[in-house]
């Protein structure tokens, strides 16, 4: 896939799959597991080629994914410990190396802001959305960015509004778009129900 740093549209994820590498990183957080899981049972087509997993996630969670010795596999528990160690992975790619990121949209835009700061090549990596449809999303008025949004509609509680959720995503900003709703506007309770 294709990711352009100054294009705002809303970002294609496909369905992780392997691609001839040297390197093959695979990153994950807890809802991307499934995705993660699903890609690790086919066979990785290039069997010389090194494969390392980084997951931000919990231990009880990870249970089933490959611990041998010839893959390496990080765990990590917070974010800051994940992202050091998945820059200096990056910092560490051979030419022909493939990420495959799976998880949250808000996962999918950490990854992808390292891979912009660490000067990654565009389409080195491949992302699958996993999980609920929650979205990250900023109110345009007061800039705050809110993660896990789940409805069309919600609220912003610095503006004291309620928001819709937009299509537009913004990738310098790594969220979806959202925009004032009037209060009298009679779909506002659809929209509070309508799942992303
Ligand atoms: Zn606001």
């Known amino acids: 896939m294709t990711i352009g740093i100054d294009s705002s549209s809303k970002p294609a994820y496909g369905t992780l799959a392997w691609r001839p590498a040297r390197q093959h990183v695979v990153v994950s957080d807890e809802a ?7 890609l690790l049972a086919t066979p990785c087509p290039t069997g010389s080629g090194s494969m390392c997993i980084h997951v931000l996630g919990r231990e009880s969670r990870t249970g089933f994914l490959p611990k041998a010795p ?52 565009e389409d080195v990596m ?14 345009v008025h007061c800039k705050t960015v809110y993660e896990g949004i789940a409805h069309r509609a919600f609220d912003c ?17 790594g969220a979806y778009q959202a925009v004032v709703l009037h ?7 659809a929209l509070r129900q309508e799942a992303l």
């Open 157 to 173: 509680p610095r503006c004291g509004v309620t928001l819709v959720v937009r299509d537009h995503y913004s990738r310098r900003i």
């Open 32 to 38: 991307g597991l499934v995705a993660i899981e699903r």
């Open 126 to 139: 491949l992302a699958e959305r996993a999980g609920a449809g929650a979205r990250r999303a900023q109110c």
């Open 70 to 121: 010839e893959t390496g596999f990080e765990l990590h528990a917070d974010e800051a410990g994940f992202s050091g160690a998945l820059s200096a992975r990056m910092d560490a790619l051979p030419a022909a190396a493939r990420l495959y990121v799976a998880g949250s949209e808000s996962f999918l835009s950490l990854v992808r802001r390292l891979a912009r700061d660490r000067g990654l090549a």
């Open 183 to 189: 209060p009298s506007d009679p779909n506002i309770s």
